[in-house]
């Protein structure tokens, strides 16, 4: 099966497309739309400002490839900048519109006893199941490491969070195709390679039904 990574400039792309060859994936690197087409699930990684990552994807004609995906059937995952990314606007920087797949803003953690950036393995709460994974394991934790959250959300779309300081951060959110993960599930030890691989099975699930 073939996933494709999307190569904007911004994210650790190496572990990631070492975590999907270990999935026994293809694994395609590009930031042309119509290589990425050729792969049965995509992926969006990233790391860094959220402005600096959508002026990116908007040069090279990637925002619009990805809003398409959804019509064009093709499962998608969002993981850390790459899942905020999904939603409709940041306040990071500066005032940036964003993806707009998901319902939402993304804001800074407001100042508090706790420690910004949100930093450390937490354990994930998940509301509901996601339809792509089978069961939710014993050990929930993750690595989290941001600055910035998911607020004013659809419920129905957050799958899981984890708290932190007063807040209930969205860790796993998706609507329909798209999946967005704000940890790193290919630096999240078992249960997060255990994420992906469920991820990775639902893609394959779906080109064999």
């Known amino acids: 099966m073939i996933i494709g990574i999307i190569d904007y400039g911004m994210g650790n792309l190496f572990s990631v497309e070492q975590a999907l060859k270990k999935l026994d994936c293809t694994v395609i690197v590009s930031d042309d739309p119509a290589v990425l087409l050729e792969a049965e699930g995509i992926l969006l990684p990233g790391v860094g400002a959220f402005p600096d990552a959508m002026e990116l994807l908007n040069q090279i004609g990637l925002s619009t490839f990805i809003q398409s995906l959804p019509e064009k059937n093709i499962p998608l995952l969002g993981i850390c900048l790459g899942m905020q990314l999904l939603?409709?606007?940041?306040?990071?920087v500066k005032p940036t519109k964003g993806l707009g797949?998901?319902?939402g803003q993304i804001r800074r953690f407001e100042k508090g006893t706790y420690r910004i950036p949100h930093m450390g393995w937490n354990r994930l709460e998940f509301s509901r199941v996601p339809y792509w994974l089978d069961e939710v394991l014993s050990d929930t934790h993750v690595y989290f490491v941001h600055s910035f959250l998911a607020v004013n959300t659809d419920e129905q779309e957050i799958w899981?969070?984890?708290?932190?300081?007063?807040?209930?951060?969205?860790?796993?959110?998706?609507?329909g195709l798209i999946t967005?993960?704000?940890?790193?599930p290919e630096k999240s030890g078992d249960f997060g390679h255990y994420l992906l691989e469920q991820w990775i099975a639902n893609v394959r699930r779906n080109l064999n039904d």
């Open 160 to 175: 899981a969070t984890a708290s932190y300081g007063n807040h209930d951060v969205p860790g796993v959110v998706g609507n």
């Open 101 to 103: 797949l998901l319902t």
């Open 180 to 184: 967005g993960m704000q940890f790193h």
């Open 87 to 92: 939603y409709e606007d940041s306040s990071e």
